[in-house]
């Protein structure tokens, strides 16, 4: 079974930075991703994922060039480092993980069936 929990979230100001931390354990992932939710949105916005061996590493338009994705097989943990963030990035961000081993939709949250409670971040302006 597949056990995810974030950490890292916080209250920033516009232009700063955050790190966000995914505990795993479980085995078999094949791919990780983040999504986040927005206030007063219903559904969950992809935001970046990563293969199990680093390998295709896929970002929103939207936070292209100011987030990066990491793993590190060895602890356990998958990272998304924020920068040069915005008040529109406010949100609930999720870790998600998958065990499928082909995964073309690494975009859609239907993909991942396993998913942390999420870790709040919020950008003022």
């Known amino acids: 079974q597949v056990r995810l929990v974030e950490s890292g979230g916080g209250l920033v100001q516009a232009g700063g930075s955050l790190k966000l931390s995914c505990a795993t354990s479980?085995?078999?992932?094949?791919?990780y991703a983040w999504f986040r939710q927005a206030p007063g949105k219903e559904e969950r916005e992809f935001v970046s994922?990563?293969?199990?061996?680093?390998?295709?590493?896929h970002y929103a338009h939207s936070v292209k060039g100011r987030f990066t994705i990491s793993r590190d097989n060895h602890e356990n943990m998958v990272y998304l480092q924020m920068d040069s963030l915005k008040p529109e990035d406010t949100a609930v961000y999720y870790c998600a993980a998958t065990t499928t081993y082909s995964v073309p939709n690494y975009d859609y949250a239907s993909t991942y069936e396993a998913w942390g409670r999420g870790t709040q971040v919020t950008v003022s302006s």
């Open positions: 994922n990563i293969r199990w061996n680093g390998a295709g590493e």
């Open positions: 479980g085995r078999a992932i094949t791919t």
